[in-house]
């Protein structure tokens, strides 16, 4: 019988997992802490372990199989926190050809440049343990998009138009602020700040430091932290970021040089705290004009807010940063629909026209659609134009092109372009 905890909201990973256990000896979770992995897993598992737990550790340091129980599929959580437990793992996976055995998840990578964590794992488990990025909950995982306008219908042209439910601006700067952290999302409106907050203060006083061969500087991971939410959802490069630190530096932690940058922002991504978007390259024009560059994100916008004190109502009175942080609200999104299809997200850019898309899938068959972000129904229109330009000038045209908006009350298409123009809240994959 599974671990199911009481109210949990299912998630479109769930498919994925249900999916993976009949193919795979096991199925590993990767993410952010307090994204989900665990309920998520306990939805699938029959048995629990737990490496935070001192008695499941010590056993496990002496020997991993000293933790594998009968009842499967087990869920072994943070398994990083003895590197072992992975080649234990893919060996009683070799044991017979049962699929379903295990579940791990982890919110660490181990650092390569840890030498005793790397030769605890010899094999990268290819055939027997599958690997899945999970992310925190999109909106319609937490029952604030209502689904009328799916990714799939797009593709096939079958979309329902018509009117879907009011929705206001403040609604969207809740949802920003809030993030999509499962801890959160019955959180008082007072309060939705606290969890996105203490994220970020744990990751600086303890997390930056889990899994690492070497000590950073706390404050130096706080101003590169608060510099990536200045610039959500753009393509700056490392020079910027230490431009922009400077900027705001007291004077004694400043963070002189690109391969200090590149080093605190590994930490990062070691935590799965980034989600930067590539650059689509596409027959447009001369490839040389593409660029290059990914967008940057955190993995998610409450985290933006919590590093720049952002609250609803600052949001409100900044209308420029408002856009940004949506555009990433979208995006993250996005993302989490493309994996669930089995696809990628990406942007695009031309350096020399300035013709840019906010976003792309990828889908399994090479075919990719194309979206545009705006916060409100005024700007409709101009996203569009820019779609229709980049639609006559590329060579492979998408499947479909959508614009997606906050503040917008309905599912609608245009007449003249067949551009799909949808409220965030209707989006589904």
Request: net charge negative; glycine share 6%; charged share 30%.
């Amino acid at each position: 019988m599974a671990l199911t905890k009481e109210g949990y909201m299912r998630r479109l990973i769930d498919d994925k997992i249900e999916r993976y256990l009949n193919v795979f000896g096991a199925v590993s979770i990767e993410g952010p802490k307090w994204c989900g992995k665990t309920w998520t897993s306990l939805n699938h598992a029959n048995s629990a372990v737990y490496m935070t737990q001192r008695q499941y550790l010590n056993l496990a340091r002496i020997d991993p199989k000293y933790i594998f129980m009968a009842e499967r599929p087990q869920l072994i959580d943070e398994w990083q926190i003895v590197p072992s437990i992975w080649d234990a793992v893919r060996n009683e996976c070799d044991q017979d050809h049962n699929k379903g055995k295990f579940i791990l998840t982890g919110s660490t990578t181990l650092n390569s440049g840890d030498g005793d964590n790397e030769k605890e794992v010899y094999h990268s488990g290819t055939g027997r343990i599958a690997t899945l990025r999970m992310d925190p909950m999109s909106l319609f995982e937490s029952n604030e998009s209502t689904g009328e306008a799916s990714i799939m219908q797009m593709i096939n042209g079958d979309i329902k138009e018509g009117y879907v439910r009011k929705i206001d601006l403040k609604e969207i700067a809740k949802l920003i602020v809030r993030g999509g952290w499962p801890e959160n999302i019955d959180m008082p409106d007072a309060d939705i700040g606290v969890i996105p907050e203490s994220y970020i203060e744990a990751i600086i006083k303890k997390d930056m430091h889990e899994m690492q061969d070497k000590k950073r500087n706390p404050e130096k991971m706080r101003m590169l932290i608060r510099s990536l939410a200045r610039n959500e959802s753009t393509i700056v490069g490392d020079k910027t970021l230490i431009r922009d630190i400077e900027e705001y530096d007291t004077g004694d932690e400043l963070i002189k040089s690109r391969i200090t940058i590149a080093d605190y922002l590994s930490v990062l991504d070691s935590l799965y705290l980034t989600a930067n978007q590539e650059a689509y390259s596409l027959n447009y024009r001369s490839s040389s004009r593409v660029g290059k560059s990914a967008k940057r994100h955190l993995v998610d916008p409450s985290l933006c807010c919590a590093a720049l004190g952002l609250t609803v109502d600052k949001l409100m009175y900044d209308h420029e940063t408002f856009g940004l942080l949506f555009e990433s609200l979208a995006e993250r999104d996005l993302r989490i629909y493309a994996e669930y299809l089995g696809g990628h997200l990406y942007h695009f850019r031309d350096n020399v026209s300035g013709d840019e898309v906010d976003a792309l899938i990828e889908f399994k068959d090479g075919s990719y659609a194309a979206f545009e972000i705006k916060l409100s129904d005024g700007s409709i229109q101009e996203a569009v134009s820019s779609l229709t330009k980049f639609y006559e000038r590329v060579k492979k045209k998408p499947v479909f092109m959508c614009v997606i908006v906050g503040h917008l009350d309905a599912v609608m298409r245009d007449p003249d372009t067949g551009i799909f123009i949808v409220p965030i809240t209707s989006l589904k994959p």
